[in-house]
């Protein structure tokens, strides 16, 4: 073959590629006007059975010398390029999504405003255990000017037989603890039907992290008016985290907290690795709040600090801790939690790192 011949051939193609992603383009459109009737009309984007047929077709009509292997291979990547741009059309109008909302959401806590710029520490036990116990951690929080308290009631656990929480008679004690000492309280619910009980003891719902593609969980958190703390999953990506966001919020509840409570990685030395990325793409991506449990994430008390100040460092909104008056005796995460010295020393070595702002946890006098 001469060159000249080798020239024209390639001339060919050129033109050939040209009216391929002029036509590519055209179905492209096509895809996307489908896409907003299938928004419309409430159907899933994603079609197998129209896949199918449409490749059927396409091998009855094959002509080669592509064998049908190839011809679906290749038709399969458009149909999948093509339900993504439907997908990201999607993506765009998601409620939690910056671009349907620029300015951060505030939650107003009792007069502690989360997500205005000003980082906020939350603290408390795992489990509540006793009105002894919470009392006195609630005393130690409010002593370091803090407004926000923890503590489990249900507990979620990895195994049946570990204490399982105190259920409503602990969220009456960390009502009456929240009361008198002028604090708010956020405690896990693990089931749809208590979400109307909980309005009545808690200040914020907590979703936790293995529930938190718990679909008819996250709907019925949607459909009260409670705020809503929300933990990323073990496993979860930032996308199926921002999605679990999406089903309260699109239920009419808009007063939802994201936190970052590490991730399951191969690594051991940690109990689970603080994704701390996640935090500026999260921050980049939705309009919530961000929270990062330095706690779960670490299972480690003597990183807290560092990670604590990496967290704010990266944009976060506030920290979580966990926080007992005698963690050796604790009924769960007897090893990761703090006692009140060691909280005191924390706070003072945090406020001393200035990332904590100004006019934000004035030191209460004793
Ligand atoms: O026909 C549709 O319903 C489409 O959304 C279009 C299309 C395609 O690319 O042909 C895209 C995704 C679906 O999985 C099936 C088909």
Not at 216 to 241: H, N, Q, Y
Request: aromatic share 6%; hydrophobic share 40%; with cysteine.
């Amino acid at each position: 073959m001469s060159e000249h011949e080798l020239d024209g051939l390639r001339r060919k193609l050129d033109e050939i590629n040209l009216q391929l992603l002029q036509l590519l383009n055209r179905r492209a459109t096509l895809v996307q006007e489908i896409g907003e009737i299938k928004k419309k009309q409430g159907i899933n984007k994603f079609d197998p059975e129209r896949e199918q047929d449409m490749l059927n077709q396409l091998v009855k009509q094959n002509q080669g010398p592509f064998d049908d292997q190839t011809v679906r291979y290749l038709f399969k990547q458009i149909f999948k390029a093509s339900l993504d741009l439907q997908i990201d059309e999607q993506k765009k109008t998601l409620l939690v999504s910056r671009k349907e909302q620029a300015e951060n959401t505030v939650i107003n806590l009792g007069g502690t405003h989360i997500g205005n710029g000003t980082p906020h520490v939350i603290a408390g036990p795992c489990s509540v255990e006793s009105e002894e116990q919470v009392f006195a951690v609630a005393r130690a929080l409010k002593e370091q000017g803090l407004t926000l308290m923890r503590g489990g009631a249900f507990k979620p656990r990895t195994s049946p037989y570990d204490f399982q929480g105190l259920g409503e008679e602990g969220l009456k004690i960390l009502r009456r603890a929240a009361d008198e000492f002028g604090l708010q309280v956020i405690s896990e619910i693990v089931n749809p039907a208590d979400m109307e009980m909980a309005e009545r003891y808690v200040d914020v719902i907590q979703i936790g992290a293995r529930n938190m593609q718990n679909f008819e969980l996250l709907k019925a958190a949607g459909s009260v008016r409670t705020p809503v703390l929300l933990k990323r999953g073990l496993s979860a990506t930032i996308e199926e985290f921002l999605f679990a966001a999406e089903y309260i919020v699109s239920r009419g509840n808009s007063q939802v907290m994201l936190c970052e409570r590490g991730i399951r990685t191969y690594e051991k030395w940690t109990r689970n690795t603080l994704d701390i990325s996640a935090v500026p793409i999260l921050k980049n991506e939705s309009h919530l709040p961000v929270f990062v449990d330095i706690t779960h994430s670490t299972g480690r008390r003597d990183i807290l600090l560092p990670c604590a100040k990496a967290a704010l460092a990266a944009g976060a909104d506030g920290i979580m801790l966990e926080v007992h008056p005698n963690p050796a005796v604790a009924l769960s995460d007897a090893k990761q939690q703090i006692d009140i010295p060691s909280f005191e020393t924390f706070m003072k070595d945090l406020r001393a790192s200035n990332l904590l702002g100004n006019g934000n946890l004035v030191l209460e006098r004793r």
